[in-house]
């Protein structure tokens, strides 16, 4: 009874101390962009410079939609050729010819309808149906009374309209069966290319994935004949992308909490990807899961849970500073790990889809206390981003790009 009192006294303190608000209005009604408590503020600001621009760039999505064309299943060549003569329009990487982009365009105004049906989803529907996404039923949370074939409005969680469409479902479908297409969504927010609709995309032809993840793999440079662990492998872009790379001749493992293993072997089935062994577990107990490769370990992935501060776009958001702080000391205990694992002379990259000093540049010190050092990256990448003798940072409002940084540690 005393913790559960101490809980709730501190969570009204925590709640007291929320008085940074970014608002900005969306389709014409008013939308909290972020609530940040005093501690975060602060530490952010020197960062980002002006809070109020940083976090209007998290708002909307960045500027191009990117893929990595899967050669394991097609060449990169063929596939964008079937693009062209599809008159799908798309942007090429001059350093990685298997990355392309689409253009995201808008904001186009969402408003609510007479005779509309009203579906709310969650932040993380939201946030995927507004860049025009089709909506499915595990995202939903309200859908009354909605009939297969009725116009919806979809609602986020704060009750901005995102999307609308046309039902292909009713409520009981919906909410019993939580699974399948629920909305196909006809206009939204942002508008690009639809996933699911592209030449290949049931084949495994390519994988959607942020620029940012795809350089940190470049930065790894990984090669055939090694061997290679994602710490936190799930969903499987950063492992499907290094198997890609490195062909069958790596040895690779691929390791998650039990409950993503599923879906990460079913993407990386897609992708034909069948050689990298999957294992469900604490990697942060690497060393007792798979005691004969300590020491041995060529490579190794930490991408690990953070504070999603550079993830794009944002419905809303409210952080606080300690929560920081605890994902800081959780994010620490893989690079100890690491260590165990690593053979001298074998590198680790170091990633996060997040802006804090806490998170990346203060782990990156620590690392250096653990006995690693920083691997300068690729020239090309120094001169498109901003590189510091910690990493590299990936700028929502300078680049143009979900926030994320990347470095790769030496033993």
Known sequence: MFLEFMKKIFLKKDEMLLIYKVINKVNGYYAMSIDLDLGL????????????????????????????????????????????????????????????????????????????????????????VMLGSDLFAPGVKFARKVKKGDKVVILA??????????????????????????????????????????PGASKGFFYAQSLPSMVAIRMLEPKPGEIIIDFTAAPGGKIGYVAQLVGTSSRILAI????????????????????IKIMAGDSREIDKLVPSLKGKVDKIIIDPPCSNLGVRPKIFEKKLFREVLHLMIYQRSFL??????????GRILYSTCTVTWEENELNIEYAKDLGFHVIDPPNWVKKRWYASKWGVRFCPIRHNLPGFFATVLGL
């Open 157 to 198: 969680p704060n009750g901005v309209p995102v999307a609308k469409g046309t039902a292909l479902m009713n409520e009981n479908e919906i909410v019993i069966n939580r699974r399948g297409l629920a909305v196909k969504v006809s206009d939204s927010i942002y508008k690009t290319v639809k996933i699911a609709e592209l």
């Open 41 to 128: 503020k602060e530490r952010l600001e020197p960062l980002v410079g002006s809070l109020e621009v940083f976090f209007r760039a998290l708002r909307s999505p960045p500027k191009y939609l990117y893929v990595r064309i899967n050669t394991l299943r097609i060449s990169t060549n063929r596939y964008k050729s079937i693009l062209r003569r599809a008159s799908i329009d798309f942007t090429e990487d001059e350093k990685m010819p298997e990355v392309i982009g689409f253009e995201i365009k808008g904001p186009y105004p969402i408003e609510k309808e007479n005779g509309y049906k009203t579906i709310i989803v969650d932040k993380k529907a939201a946030e995927s």
């Open 256 to 275: 998650d909490r039990k409950s993503k293993v599923d879906k990460l072997r079913a993407n990386l089935n897609k992708l034909g990807i069948s050689w």
């Open 336 to 345: 100890r790990a690491a260590k165990v694992m690593l053979r001298k002379g």
